[in-house]
């Protein structure tokens, strides 16, 4: 099994940044894919990155594209993600994933899961 726990998150205001780290345990994370999704109150959980076994390709979504950069480093078995430029409609609880499908969107494709860590942008 795989344990992830995300930390990092916190209280910025509009234009702000933070950086999101998810640290891996029980298994190399160089099996997985690796995803980054959002969930605010009342609403659906969100896609907002993924990147590959090497970091070789990344998707996002395309809210926060050109604002937001995954990152991982498989030798300290850890994602990050580096948010910039931050906006309210950022504010939402951040969950680190894992998945064997490249390319998937869908958080149903995901198996793993950490605990999320709170992400609040002020106007």
């Known amino acids: 099994q795989v344990q992830l726990v995300e930390s990092g998150g916190g209280l910025v205001q509009d234009g702000g940044s933070l950086r999101l780290s998810c640290v891996a345990s029980g298994r190399a994370i160089s099996s997985y894919i690796m995803g980054w999704f959002r969930q605010a109150p009342g609403k659906e959980r969100e896609f907002v990155a993924a990147?590959?076994?090497?970091?070789?390709?990344?998707y996002y979504a395309d809210s926060v594209k050109g604002r937001f950069t995954i990152s991982r480093d498989n030798a300290k078995n850890t994602v990050s993600l580096q948010m910039n430029s931050l906006k309210p409609e950022d504010t939402a609880v951040y969950y680190c994933?894992?998945?064997?499908?490249?390319?998937?969107?869908?958080?149903?494709?995901?198996?793993?899961w950490g605990q999320g860590t709170q992400v609040t942008v002020s106007s």
């Open positions: 990147i590959s076994w090497s970091g070789g390709t990344t």
């Open positions: 994933a894992t998945t064997l499908r490249m390319g998937s969107r869908d958080p149903n494709d995901y198996t793993y």
